[in-house]
DNA sequence: GTCTATAGCTAGATAGAC
DNA sequence: GTCTATCTAGCTATAGAC
């Protein structure tokens, strides 16, 4: 076995960047090929099914993300409620670097991404949903009001990323993080 | 002159439907052609500079819209305030159709769209921010307070419009356009 | 103004050498 | 595991008949 030239998690995160930034449709195999430095049958060694295939293990790392930045971290009883909100609120700002890298959703949400990845996108969306249902309710609202809460916290997330992007500043998602650590802690 | 087959302002909506749903990526000249009825080469008839033109001319016609249905609503002192603020959120609603029919923005937000439409983004995104803060200011907040509900009056609208997609509910948007309602008359 | 036909290119994908 | 070379299909775009 030849050494890789890099690694499956550096790998990811190159086709995550490039994928987030172009979409689906717009990420074409040269660029991938030119963002990791794999020539484009190497990426094929790799992801046998092609975008697809690399795509669907981009989600994958995604979700494993989240489901330890979030999720665990959310439902983790033997943290302080307070402190379990501001470290995952610290997590999503890393992982949209500020506001300047998008979320993979809107990359997956039109053409043949959404055709392809409808239901991760769903799924993607309920663990965000129930991990701060659970933040909500151990703040003491009570389960319709948390689960609302939550459903405007991610509608928040998703507006503030595509409002920095199109006015290319950062400061509106840091703004919104904020406004949402005040409406769940004041 | 040949009759058209259909005319400019239907050739449009057609147009920026497909483009909205599909992205400036993912809407492919065969796309277009098929949705409008008209071939490849009669699209560029009509659009000399293909999909490029295609896109600015729905880019114009949104701009149109939201100035006479957004901006010169909002801004016409001779009608109540409120009843300025409920007319604007009923033509949003109309233009999103309920939250099934995606933004603009996200669609040419990635990938090669994202190149050549910033600028258009980030001035649209400036028409809705400078209206909904004339309303704000008219209902009796303050210059800059009125300037953040603006803000956040489009985060929400933008993300309502992804989180909608991405459940197939269109109740998630027409809750959001509800809360942005009691957010200033309440 | 619309059409058929096609050019020219780039996309995703594969074969086979090293 | 990575590479060069190549295939085929789809893309944007154009030429020219009606």
Chains 1, 2 share one sequence.
């Not at 172009?22 to 660029?31: K, T």
């Not at 939550?150 to 998703?158: C, D, E, F, G, S």
Request: charged share 30%; proline share 2%; hydrophobic share 40%.
């Amino acid at each position: 076995m030849r050494p890789s030239k890099i690694d499956d998690i550096e790998l990811v995160n190159v086709l995550s960047r490039v994928i987030r930034t172009r979409g689906y449709d717009g990420a074409s195999l040269a660029e991938l090929s030119e963002a990791s430095g794999l020539k484009k049958a190497s990426l094929y060694h790799r992801f046998p099914n092609g975008k697809t295939e690399m795509t669907e293990a981009v989600l994958k790392h995604i979700d494993n993300f989240f489901d330890r930045n979030l999720r665990e971290i959310a439902y983790d009883e033997n943290r302080k409620v307070a402190e379990r909100l501001l470290s995952v609120l610290d997590n999503i700002k890393e992982f949209y670097e500020n506001g300047g890298l998008p979320c993979i959703i809107p990359a997956l949400s039109v053409g043949e991404g959404y055709r392809l990845f409808a239901e991760q996108i769903a799924q993607s969306i309920d663990l965000w949903t129930s991990s701060f249902t659970k933040l909500g309710t151990d703040l003491g609202f009570d389960k319709a009001e948390a689960g609302l809460k939550a459903r405007n916290t991610l509608i928040k997330i998703q507006g503030a990323l595509i409002v920095a992007n199109g006015l290319q500043d950062k400061e509106v998602f840091k703004q919104s993080i904020e406004e949402i650590k005040e409406s769940y802690l004041s």
